[in-house]
């Protein structure tokens, strides 16, 4: 089956710090594969996604790269600020179907 | 509105009660989901639906589970007889159906089991 694993938080880093959250999948298929960002008392919004392998999602500052022969989307930002602490989810889905979520990671940023 | 709307934004009830849940989902959007988020837990998928094909029902934790969706538009979610393990945040996404289009979510509704 699909499945996710995304490392555990919360993460804490000072502001202008280099972040790497981790994403490792397991799919039959070809996925697509997404990061997700809850921010404090708000929905859930798409980040940035990645429907092929090579392929690069970049939003915001975050990027990921679509690694097949890694089974990987580890998710970057080479400088966080404050406003970045939420909770962040990899998932991904085949075709049409539900979306599978990793468990979420925290990422709390201080000044 | 542009995005998914769901109501109410938080409900209380007591355990045994049943409740209902409702999605407004992005106009034209053709597929529908459900989601459930316990504290401090991933996301977990109840229920999509696609067009006017038969519904994925395979997330849905037990019987007291079920949920509609009339054509293209609203749905909703109903639990029957509520347990406290019910307790989450529900959430609904919409999309429009074609590959690789990224599901759209609301704020979901806050469920409180008493």
């Known amino acids: 089956g699909n499945s996710v694993t995304q490392m555990e938080g919360p993460v804490t880093l000072s502001e202008e710090a280099f972040l790497t959250i981790n994403c490792t999948y397991t799919?039959?298929?070809?996925?697509?594969l997404f990061w997700y960002v809850q921010y404090p008392g708000e929905g859930l919004q798409l980040l940035l996604k990645a429907t092929k392998a090579d392929d690069k999602g970049s939003n915001k500052g975050f990027e990921a790269t679509y690694r097949k022969e890694t089974t990987s989307f580890h998710l970057e930002k080479g400088s966080v600020q404050v406003s970045d602490s939420a909770v962040y989810f990899c998932a991904l889905n085949t075709g049409f179907q539900k979306l599978v979520f990793g468990t979420g990671t925290r990422l709390l940023v201080s000044p | 509105g542009a995005g998914v709307s769901q109501s109410p934004s938080n409900k209380v009830t007591e355990k045994g009660k049943d409740v209902e849940l409702r999605c407004d989902p992005i106009?034209?959007?053709?597929?529908l989901y459900w989601y459930r988020q316990r504290l401090g837990q991933g996301l977990e998928f109840l229920i999509y639906?696609?067009?006017?094909?038969?519904?994925?029902k395979s997330g849905l934790p037990s019987d007291r589970f079920s949920a509609e969706r009339t054509g293209e538009s609203v749905s909703t979610l109903t639990i029957q007889r509520t347990q406290q393990e019910d307790s989450a945040v529900y959430l609904c996404?919409?999309?429009?159906?074609?590959?690789?289009?990224?599901?759209?979510f609301g704020d979901g509704t806050r469920l409180s089991i008493l």
């Open positions: 639906f696609q067009g006017n094909s038969a519904p994925d």
């Open positions: 799919a039959t298929g070809y996925p697509s």
């Open positions: 996404a919409s999309s429009p159906g074609t590959v690789d289009q990224p599901q759209h």
């Open positions: 106009s034209g959007h053709t597929a």
